[in-house]
């Protein structure tokens, strides 16, 4: 399991990993828990903000609007690719819990 990489936008390297920071403010801009989190790209690019500004303070800057900007200008890196890859890494290694039956003899 991968649990960090580093994503380069406009030549700026940037931690993404998960962190209850990030999961918080996700909540606090979308008025949503993680779990509730839709198959979309506006929660896609929310999610990804969220991540990048939780774990770089004191580099980040952007707003959310000018972040959008920011990847929409970005051909060369890819940036948004590269965060699904991530994503996708990060479920393919979560096993699933088993709820095991406790058995007790009587």
Do not use: H
């Not at 998960?18 to 979309?40: A, T, W």
């Not at 200008?73 to 890494?89: H, I, S, V, W």
């Amino acid at each position: 399991m991968i649990d960090e990489i580093k994503i380069s936008i406009k030549g700026q390297e940037y931690l993404i990993k998960k962190s209850f920071r990030s999961l918080l403010l996700f909540e606090e801009l979308s008025g949503k828990g993680i779990d509730d989190m839709k198959e979309s790209l506006t929660d896609l690019m929310l999610l990804f903000y969220c991540i990048i500004k939780a774990n770089n303070k004191e580099i980040f800057k952007y707003t959310l609007d000018e972040f959008i900007d920011v990847i929409d200008e970005e051909t060369a890196e890819k940036p948004l690719d590269k965060f699904n890859e991530y994503l996708l890494g990060q479920t393919k290694s979560e096993k699933p819990r088993k709820n095991k039956k406790k058995v007790v003899k009587k």
